[in-house]
């Protein structure tokens, strides 16, 4: 036992408890205490009960554990930390703080390390609490400083900036510090301050300039990638039908393809909302089924085209449109938009017949789950959404969620159609089945070197253009800014390992315990991460797939920019779904 004053790093009282001592060396208002290094004889105990009354008031009882508030693991939010405790309670609330290094998530973070269990008691402030970044994550010589949601320059006479500053200084924590501090009537006091873990970040290079030439042709327009849809550069076959149907002005909006990339430019959205939920349904599943009456005959770019046009003038509008309007009423983590949806259902039910048109990617390159049974594992049951009484909007928004999936399930299925056909094609004409994506729609050849050849240099073209920062939207030839939703989350919080999946179409079976870290969630997502920790994407929002999966499968899901670029595999991540961050640990 020690007085907080004097702890330093070789007392085995933990980071946290360290960092104090150097804040209260050097002058910086910290409350009173000591701290706890180990076990207690019950003489101890009799110390710790008459110290901790000596102090005052109630207490602050925090971990200090050995493996958190350092340079290598910040481990916030693993163990627990108890305020306003009552002197006579603190042998009570140390042991409780204690028992939170056994938890499953303490262990999966700790990683087979041993956990030395150091405690702080302090004299507990009352306060707001203020959350301060000396140097933002990430960009650890930038000189800014992060005050919760407000940024200042570090040169600022905010007391706030100048005491975390302070203690940035004192723990010598030179790449930034984040530091905790009370804003009570007494004035400001420092009760934390650990050095910030930084993300590693991958560069990427900008495209060229003249990929973008053709939207200076449409003044004003601006163009989108469809990220939340195809993240990754498309096939040549994939391509060709976005270029026949954008050709045959078969979809209500204009589409491109920039390096593989696939943009569109805004339509009037002319369908009216629904006000019912049984008329959607027959809307939406009437058009349905009049566009997959089209995917048939020999001709299947045009049975396809067809298909689309149907499925994006008739289906998916209504779709869309009731969604906008109900939303104004039903805020997105109503759990109206969540219900136990149509893949995770039949995925429980072991009713695997309608998902096999899946795949993990929106592109025919990539092989469906009917080509790859052993992808159909048995999955533990989704966990069904709340239970609620559904009044008329409420059951228009279920039905809203119930049909974007089978709208999806429809779509996959014109995916299909036209892979089995590529691949009947490769068969007649003696090349490899994995090279006939890789070639243009128009490209007939029967030479099987020549076929591999072309395929082999439009797969290095894709590889190329996957390593360029695609901007989000682009006007008049210049890329342009829009809001992000940077770090929106949904559930509780989870830790483990991240494998990193950058290119859908290489997706596999996750681990048990896996953190996957996607460019953005396809309904066939819910086959590979049923056994997964929690989710993390690139691109989404609050009513996509991921959302409603995550919460059926009872897991942690952030939406964060650049996830798949800041997080590599083998990474152990604490994913707070609630906070919507994604902590490198």
């Known amino acids: 036992m020690i007085a907080l004053a004097a702890v330093d790093v070789g007392d085995r009282c933990g980071g946290k ?59 916030a939010g693993v163990f627990a930390s108890m305020v306003d405790v009552p002197a006579h309670d603190v042998l009570e609330a140390i042991r409780a703080v204690w028992d939170s290094a056994t938890t499953p998530l303490a262990q999966a973070y700790a990683r087979g390390r041993s956990i030395g269990a150091g405690v702080i008691v302090q004299r507990f402030v009352r306060g707001a609490r203020v959350t301060i970044y000396t140097r933002p994550p990430g960009a650890p010589d930038r000189d800014e400083v992060w005050i919760g949601d407000a940024r200042v320059a570090r040169g600022s006479d905010d007391p706030r900036a100048v005491l975390a500053l302070r203690a940035e200084a004192a723990i010598r924590a030179d790449r930034g510090a984040d530091v905790e501090l009370i804003e009570s009537d007494a004035g400001l006091f420092v009760v934390q301050a650990r050095p910030i873990v930084h993300p ?14 053709f939207t200076r042709t449409t003044p004003g327009v601006v163009w989108r990638w469809d990220a939340a849809h195809n993240p990754s550069p498309l096939s040549p076959a994939q391509a060709g039908l976005v270029d026949r149907v954008d050709d045959d002005s078969a979809a209500p909006y204009r589409m491109r393809l920039v390096a593989g990339y696939l943009y ?16 959607l349904r027959a809307i939406v599943r009437g058009a349905l089924a009049r566009a997959l009456a089209r995917l048939r005959g020999e001709n299947f770019i045009s049975a396809y085209v067809e298909f689309y046009r ?12 009731t969604r906008r309007a109900l939303l104004a009423e039903i805020p997105a983590d109503d759990p109206a938009w969540h219900p136990r949806g149509t893949i995770t259902s039949r995925l429980a039910a072991g009713d695997h017949d309608a998902l096999r048109a899946l795949a993990p990617a929106w592109d025919v390159a990539v092989p469906t789950l009917d080509e790859r049974p052993d992808w159909l594992a048995t999955p533990r049951a989704p966990i069904a959404a709340p239970s609620i009484d559904l009044d008329p909007r409420r059951a228009l928004a279920s039905a809203v ?32 089945p994995d090279d006939i994506f890789w070639l243009a729609l128009e490209d007939e050849t029967h030479d099987r070197n020549v076929a ?13 253009a996957a390593q360029w920062d695609m901007p989000l939207a682009v006007a008049d030839g210049k890329a342009i800014d829009l809001e992000h939703t940077h770090g929106r989350g949904f559930g509780g919080r989870a830790t483990g390992r991240v494998i990193a999946i950058r290119d859908l179409a290489q997706l596999a079976p996750l681990p048990a315990g896996a953190i996957a870290v996607v460019p953005t969630v396809t309904p066939a997502l819910a086959l590979f991460a049923q056994h997964a920790a929690a989710i993390v994407a690139d691109h989404g929002g609050a009513l996509d797939h991921g959302v409603a999966l995550a919460r059926e499968l009872g897991i942690p899901y952030v939406i964060a920019r650049d996830a798949t670029r800041t997080f590599s595999d083998g990474d152990t991540v604490l994913v707070d779904g609630d906070a919507g961050t994604v902590t490198n640990i």
């Open 17 to 75: 408890a360290a960092a104090l001592g150097a804040m209260l060396r050097a002058g910086l208002p910290v409350p009173d205490g000591f701290a706890i290094g180990g076990t207690l004889t019950p003489a101890e105990e009799a110390e710790v009960e008459a110290r901790a009354a000596a102090l005052g008031g109630t207490l602050a009882v925090r971990s200090s554990m050995s493996i958190e508030d350092a340079e290598g693991g910040a481990g």
């Open 200 to 213: 590693r970040t991958r560069e990427r290079q900008a495209p060229p300039d003249k990929l973008f030439a």
């Open 264 to 279: 569109a430019s805004p339509s009037e959205e002319r369908a009216e909302a629904a006000t019912d939920a049984g008329e």
């Open 310 to 321: 149907i499925w994006s003038h008739e289906a998916a509008p209504p779709i869309r449109a």
């Open 401 to 432: 969620a119930e049909l974007a999936e089978e709208d999806d399930l429809a779509f996959a299925r014109a995916q299909a159609f036209v892979r089995r056909a590529l691949l009947a094609q490769a068969a007649d004409r003696g090349i490899d």
């Open 452 to 464: 591999h050849a072309r395929a082999s240099a439009a797969r290095t073209a894709a590889a190329r």
